[in-house]
């Protein structure tokens, strides 16, 4: 057992805030059982109170303790994909009290595959509560540096866990209601959710439940960001040369002062995409350009959090 994990796992047990890495994002995780240490975790990210969070746990049997009612669905899912990508919204247990659900009936869980999460999660024994770990409206950490640039001080441990593979959010499907519904779009795609559960998937509708990745503008970074179709790009570069900086797939611009060449393939451009922003973000330009990436299923995920970004 690495030293760290296990000082992790008590700083944990005494109500503290622990940031570990995931497979998709780093996580600020506080034990899910405690009013106080939630309440601490809201005021590190500074997020609102009434958000609520998702619930981490080693492994599918603890995590199904927190549900009253475990559709087949649900087991089936868990099957194919825990450890792993994907979030179940579940009607909660007595354990998902409301400082974790934000007072909605249905808990969120997940159980991640990253070695160090999976190591934290046996050692610490319980469920883990948590967002990720940035402050309220940036974009999520995907390396141990993205987690201490917003929370130095605000932590008691970081774990290192070096850069996320998945590097954007879990997907999140709600199984609560008798249909299954996508509330975020993420690694695990809901064509696959579709093929395994045998039943249509329908995207999030005005009355699913709140969360914060709904609300339009989430992931925002400081400078002015702009997502253009592929074929406007150059035309937009002309009319801003000088304080533009620039995502796309094809080389830099010779007019362009900051530009970062993205992958063709929508996993390793996901991978990418959080510190790309960042060091975009950081590059003082008056405008970020992005390219968008082209409108097909495999995409979704990826310009699902770009659209945010750009608000
Ligand atoms: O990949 C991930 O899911 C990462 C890693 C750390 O696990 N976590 C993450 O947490 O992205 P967070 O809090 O940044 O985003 C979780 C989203 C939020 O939009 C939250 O509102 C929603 O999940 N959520 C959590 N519990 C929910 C619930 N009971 N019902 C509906 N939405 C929920
Ligand atoms: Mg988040």
Redesign the pocket.
Known sequence: MNPEVRRAAQILRAGGLVA?P????????ADAASAVAVARLYAAKG?PAD??????FAGAERAFEWAREVPAAARQLAAKFWPG?L?M?LK?SAR?KDF???G?????L?V?SHPV?QALLREFGAGVA?????LFGTV?PTTAAHVRQDLQGKVDLVLEGGASE?G???T?I?L?AAKPVL??P?KVSAQEIESILQQRVSLRTAD????????AR?YAPRTRMRLVPAHQLDAEIAKRAASVAVLAFSRPDERVDYWIRMPRQPQAYAQRLYAALRELDGAGCETMLIEAPPDTPEWTAVTDRLSRAAG
């Not at 995931?22 to 995780?29: A, F, K, Q, R």
């Open positions: 570990f995931t497979e998709t994002v780093y996580g600020l995780g997020r958000h609520p969070v998702i619930v981490h990508p979030t919204i909660r998902a974790v659900t934000g909605q009936d249905g808990v969120g997940r991640p999460a948590a967002p990720s770990a940035n999520s998945v954007i959010e879990s999140i709600d609560s509330l975020r993420g699913a439940p709140r969360h914060s990745g709904g609300l989430h």
